[in-house]
């Protein structure tokens, strides 16, 4: 938690502050306070995340080290040289290891003992969880908790989970179909997912500015990325695998497995989104399938990104994002483009899910 930093959790928890300054509309202050502002990008989450882990921030307060809001806002050229930064990175990240902790608790209740001790230990849940030092933890924690309870049949608690879930970041609505038959379809269970989603937004409705970010979201364009004869295919997929699980009645378990592995071959994802599905997949966990998740972490250690390798252990030293990054070498010092590498490890990738697929359904027949 400490020895590792990333440029986002500094960005996130600079907006986060003005909770507790009484400001509640964080889109319209960002964009009516830019020339006085010392960071100046939009806030590009739902509401509901800036209002709880804005709250989390504020309830942090008294264990923040000296000079800490001095360098949250600090963004120019001595950023980074604080001496309180390792202790700054293991407060802000907290709440992550809760989250993370209850995760693993829901897991064992699920999976088991293996699948329980695989995810607090392995490298790539920690790496994506502290290193990079994002709040993905915390949706995906109640989108396990959710998937739990709907295993109880207390779909109340189900879709409301997943609905708070949906409305920190929306990727738990491509969970929601697989939700609503996995046993019995019901209406209600539509109202309890849509309700927290609706009283988050519902206040911001008006608000041009929230709109614009929520339908420019990332996750919405990137979905549609891959094409071919300019069909997405990410789409096409999904649907046949949502199929087979309406019609075939296929587990639920490998139908959520299958979308990890569709994910992880045709979205152009950002690292920590690995982390999404991930907790629904380790159930199948192989040889085969720890091969897949390397070569989807070394898709990131490709990207032109200080903080994607050295760069994360700026906390011990600043002189490390100052390294040579795998991007650099690889481009400056062998001649290579290191985007078209990436995009043969994504063939691979889909390949090796492929053969992986094949091999649970010969392990299955």
């Not at 001496?83 to 809760?98: E, H, W």
């Not at 152009?268 to 199948?284: S, V």
């Not at 897949?292 to 700026?314: Q, R």
Request: hydrophobic share 50%; with cysteine; glycine share 2%.
């Amino acid at each position: 938690m400490p020895w590792f930093f990333h440029p986002d959790i500094k960005s996130q928890h600079f907006h986060f502050q003005f909770l507790s300054h009484g400001i509640v509309n964080i889109f319209s202050y960002v964009e009516n306070n830019k020339k006085t502002l010392p960071y100046t990008d939009t806030f590009n989450y739902l509401p509901l995340t800036y209002l709880s882990l804005g709250t989390i921030h504020t309830l942090l307060k008294p264990f923040y080290a000296p000079q800490f809001y001095t360098w949250l806002n600090d963004w120019g050229v001595n950023q980074n040289n604080y001496s309180n930064l390792i202790y700054y990175m293991f407060v802000l990240k907290l709440p992550y290891l809760i989250f993370d902790l209850i995760c693993g608790i829901y897991l064992l209740k699920l999976f088991g003992d293996k699948v329980y001790k695989f995810w607090l230990f392995n490298p790539l849940t920690i790496y994506l969880i502290y290193c990079l030092g994002n709040f993905d933890i915390v949706p995906v924690c109640l989108s396990v908790m959710a998937y739990y309870f709907l295993t109880k049949n207390k779909n109340f608690l189900s879709f409301l989970l997943l609905g708070i879930a949906s409305a920190l970041k929306l990727y738990p609505l491509l969970l929601l179909p697989y939700f609503l038959f996995y046993k019995k379809f019901s209406i209600k269970n539509i109202f309890y997912y849509f309700l927290p989603i609706i009283l988050s937004i519902a206040p911001f409705l008006t608000n041009q500015l929230f709109i614009k970010t929520f339908t420019s979201s990332g996750l919405s364009q990137l979905l549609l990325n891959q094409r071919i004869f300019n069909i997405p295919i990410f789409p096409v997929f999904y649907l046949i695998i949502f199929l087979f699980y309406f019609i075939k009645k296929i587990d639920i378990n490998k139908s959520l497995l299958f979308l990890f592995l569709i994910f992880i071959c045709f979205v152009p994802f950002h690292t920590q989104w690995l982390l999404w599905f991930l907790p629904f997949a380790l159930f199948a966990f192989n040889p085969l399938f720890a091969l897949l998740l390397s070569l989807s972490l070394l898709i990131n250690f490709l990207l032109d990104d200080s903080f994607a390798f050295f760069g994360t252990l700026l906390p011990i030293n600043q002189y490390f994002q100052h390294l040579s990054t795998p991007y650099q070498i690889i481009r400056f010092r062998f001649l290579q483009n290191p985007t078209t590498i990436q995009t043969y490890l994504k063939y691979l990738i889909t390949l090796i899910s492929a053969l992986f697929i094949f091999q649970k359904h010969d392990k299955n027949n």
